[in-house]
């Protein structure tokens, strides 16, 4: 066998027992040696969090006694954004019910155009959508 052959297996062999006979025989697992872990834990985190909203909270309302208005607690807040994204879906709601209604307005003033009748206007497209009331 060839010299150059034999010594760069050897030595690919020796490296790979090596690392074997070091990884059998050390203490502790390679996380721990590579310090690999969370790097903060959850609790100071959440605290954080939980300072910051007092913080805001206690902000706004000396801006709202400044002003002669009633504080906020955590409860009326949270109702208040409650009211606040309903009244934002309604709005969507109409939003897209308008839109709606709108592009139907058009496809059916094309047909009248194309037949000879003149357009409708809004007003009197919904009124004949909705019927009598």
Do not use: W
């Amino acid at each position: 066998m060839d010299p150059f052959a034999v010594i760069i297996l050897g030595g690919t062999a020796g490296l790979v027992i090596a690392l074997l006979l070091l990884g059998r025989f050390s203490s502790g697992s390679g996380a721990e040696h590579a310090r690999l872990g969370p790097a903060r834990s959850a609790a100071p985190e959440v605290q954080s969090e939980i300072d910051d909203l007092d913080q805001m909270l206690a902000a706004a309302n000396a801006r709202r006694r400044a002003r002669g208005k009633p504080e906020l607690t955590e409860h009326s807040l949270r109702a208040e954004i409650a009211q606040e994204t309903a009244l934002a879906h309604r709005r969507g709601a109409d939003d897209a019910g308008d839109l709606e209604l709108a592009q139907m307005l058009d496809a059916k003033n094309a047909r009248r155009l194309s037949k000879g009748l003149s357009p409708l206007g809004l007003e009197e497209y919904k009124r004949q959508v909705e019927g009598p009331m």
